[in-house]
């Protein structure tokens, strides 16, 4: 397919989508925790309702990728009035087509939040949960069928491609990245653009584009909910990338966890090949780029960097020493571009609407969107993305909802086993990168987990402890006897049989695997024990036995 | 926390290379993974997506299986073996022909996951890595399956049950897998 070919699809799926825009749309959410609550049941319940009334022909029910309030789900949403209906199944959707399709109103006793708040918005874009909220990599997820590219091309899907291919160089696109001052999703927060004009700079008949799709983190799913919502948009983020670095292959690393997000991958991989999107030739350039999934094999170093390139290499997944780089050497011995789902989620907006509006979005050291996965003892769980710099307290308590009845909020785990817990007089900090490590916590990849009262800190440092302790890969020995040993340490403590010396004992010991690990997840280890030994100091105190 | 027991490593000497029993051909299994293996060309690198369709066909790594990847691939047992036990996805052993999947990620845990753990223990005498003698239910733990919206979750035979309480949990065993 060449450019014209493509420009003539677009319009003819933008005309489509503005003859569907007179109808009714009805999106049901097909995100992974939809399903599990029964969303494909609802779907087919209500194809059949539809049916029986006669209106197949002004309605359109699309299967969407995550709308995110996720612990309200199966979620159902009407366009274009924006009304979304929570806890939908098979009992009610009658109600609801009768209220919304023949009366023309919203039922009310059904919709979002109406068992939660005094009075729920008919229009869900009212509501504090979406108001507060900027979605840019979510931006067509859960408006969208992610598995037909068609949807995706009818809200500008490719375009991005199209600009880069057509009306711009590497050099322009590196510059546009870095103008855009996006840094890495997946957690250290590397300036993008930097890391591309690294690998465009090494010279080599081969290079690869990697997706580190593979979320590990407990109590994070981002990565799955884009992959899931809008696979398409991650691949045009590769394609572009493959551009910018000078590659032709990419590899998507995704973890075995989840299926759904390989499937509709895999799916998109195969629809834009089809339209020569992905492939030799694309768009009738001298631009070439295949990609290949690779499935995760549940090992959370994998998420290090040169631990998923020997993985992708069929081997086991343990760290190597850097430099080289993988910029300068990685997969394969070649230079290797390596970023997060979500970065390479941005790309394409960034693209196309230049960097410097993103750049303006944000706090000026961390700018654009990040996608949080909120969970815990909060109201309203879910899918989020906010502005960099949104306070905690905006997103526990204007988005999430506040607490759950009866519990008082007592820290924030960011970062995941890498990352910290932030107490509850931090609750003024503003999510960036900055602002997270003064307070002994890291951004992390986005897992946000609300704790209260019920849970005792030092068995949070303890369980993430065990994590790290059994996902070590066992090559350095700081981390492979480190971690075992400060759990242990932190296992006597729990079970109230630690003196002072043992608690001496441990922050020495975490200060040590921290500065002598080899890779990421050694040397972030000992960062849960910290921040809870810095803000919930008392608690570990209160355990230890005092000697008279 | 309970954790699944470290699977005694099998002697490579007498398990890998003196008894590979070739494995039937007609096996439909086996045609799966000769399938694939050619689709890969047969690269080592493939080797994690081969073991990947094996594990799915088979529902675990038996070792007949991995000694024939091994001979197809020309890798030594030693590197197929070391891959199998390094990723927790891969086990040698049968999972059960039910399993009962209990998330451990962080949202599950703060909401009470070990609850879910203590009570399987105490009904059903199962820790996290077992498996009922007459290996009709298998239990385990996941590090975060990523339904953190539905904490704590579990997932019987592929099917995810959203903030599971560990007695229904128990019921909906009792009902699959007929153990009384």
Redesign the interface.
């Known amino acids: 397919m060449n450019r014209q070919e493509l420009k003539n699809i677009i319009s003819a799926e933008k005309a489509k989508d503005e003859i569907n825009k007179l109808k009714q749309k009805i999106c049901v959410c097909c995100g992974a925790s939809c399903i599990s609550s029964g969303s494909e049941e609802v779907m087919k319940k209500l194809n059949e309702e539809i049916k029986a009334r006669g209106l197949e022909n002004e309605v359109e029910v699309v299967p969407t990728g995550c709308m995110g309030p996720c612990n309200q789900g199966p979620l159902v949403k009407f366009l274009p009035e924006y009304n979304m209906y929570q806890k939908v199944d098979c009992s009610n959707i009658q109600a609801i087509v009768q209220s919304q399709l023949v009366d023309k109103k919203p039922l009310e006793d059904l919709l979002l939040f109406a068992d939660s708040r005094e009075k729920p918005f008919p229009d869900a874009q009212e509501d504090p949960f979406f108001k507060k909220q900027l979605k840019l990599a979510l931006k067509d997820c859960g408006h969208i069928n992610p598995e037909k590219i068609e949807d995706y091309l009818a809200h500008n899907g490719y375009q991005a491609l199209d600009k880069v291919l057509f009306e711009m160089n590497p050099e322009d696109v590196i510059a546009e990245v870095k103008q855009s001052r996006l840094r890495g999703r997946g957690g250290a927060g590397y300036p993008t653009g930097f890391k591309w004009e690294t690998v465009y700079k090494y010279v080599s008949d081969q290079k690869y584009v990697i997706c580190n799709g593979d979320e590990g983190d407990p109590g994070a799913f981002m990565d799955r909910s884009v992959l899931e919502g809008n696979p398409h948009r991650v691949l045009e983020g590769m394609a572009i990338a493959a551009y910018a670095v000078g590659a032709s292959k990419g590899y998507a690393y995704i973890r075995g966890e989840y299926p759904l997000a390989i499937k509709r991958f895999e799916l998109a991989i195969k629809q834009a090949r089809k339209l020569g999107l992905v492939g030799n030739n694309i768009l009738g350039t001298n631009f070439s780029f295949d990609i290949d999934v690779r499935i995760g094999a549940g090992a959370f170093v994998c998420g290090e960097e040169t631990a998923l390139i020997a993985s992708i290499e069929g081997k086991r997944g343990t760290p190597k020493p850097r430099p080289p780089f993988p910029a300068e050497s990685g997969l394969w011995g070649k230079p290797t571009l390596i970023n997060n789902v979500e970065t390479y989620a941005a790309i394409a907006p960034i693209i196309n609407n230049g960097g410097e509006w993103y750049s303006e979005i944000g706090t000026p050291k961390s700018a654009g969107t990040k996608v949080f996965a909120l969970a815990g003892k909060i109201k309203y769980a879910g899918l989020i993305e906010v502005p960099m710099g949104t306070t905690l307290r905006e997103i526990v308590f204007d988005i999430g909802g506040g607490m759950q009845s009866d519990t008082e909020f007592k820290a924030a785990q960011t970062g995941g086993p890498s990352g910290g817990c932030i107490p509850a007089e931090h609750l003024d900090v503003k999510m960036d990168y900055e602002s997270l490590i003064s307070l002994g916590s890291i951004m992390g990849s986005g897992g946000l987990i609300i704790m209260d009262k019920s849970s005792d800190m030092v068995d949070v440092a303890r369980y993430f402890m065990e994590f790290c302790m059994d996902e070590s890969c066992g090559k350095c020995v700081p981390c492979r006897v480190g971690t075992r040993m400060m759990h242990d340490l932190l296992k006597k403590i729990c079970d109230n049989k630690a003196t002072q010396l043992d608690l001496d004992r441990l922050e020495e010991l975490a200060v040590y695997v921290k500065e002598t690990s080899l890779c990421g997840l050694g040397a972030s280890a000992p960062n849960p024990l910290l921040s809870t030994l810095r803000h919930f100091k008392k608690e570990y105190d209160n355990r230890i036995i005092q000697h008279e | ?1 309970n ?1 699944p027991p470290k699977q005694a490593p099998f002697c490579m000497k007498s398990d890998m290379v003196v008894s590979s029993k070739e494995l039937p051909k007609t096996d439909p299994r086996v045609k799966l993974i000769a399938a694939k293996m050619k689709k890969e060309n047969y ?7 081969i ?2 369709t094996a594990q799915n066909a088979y529902g675990y790594l038996p070792k007949d299986v991995l000694t024939y990847i091994t001979g197809a691939l020309h890798l030594p047992p030693s ?1 197929v073996y ?2 199998v036990t ?5 086990s040698l052993k049968s999972k059960g022909e039910h399993t009962c999947l209990v998330c ?4 599950c ?3 009470g996951a070990q609850a879910i753990l203590n009570k399987i223990e105490t009904e059903l005498g199962l820790k996290a890595g077992q498996v009922t003698p007459d290996n009709k239910l298998g239990v385990q733990v ?10 704590p ?1 579990v997932v019987l035979d592929d ?2 049950e ?2 599971a309480v560990p007695d229904d949990i128990i019921k909906k065993i009792r009902t699959k897998t007929g153990i009384v």
């Open positions: 926390m954790h690269q080592p690198d493939a080797l994690i997506e073991l990947h590197r070391s891959t390094f990723y927790h996805f891969f451990t990620g962080t949202a845990y703060v909401k996941a590090r975060c399956i990523g339904a953190c919206g539905l904490a979750a099917e995810v959203a903030r």
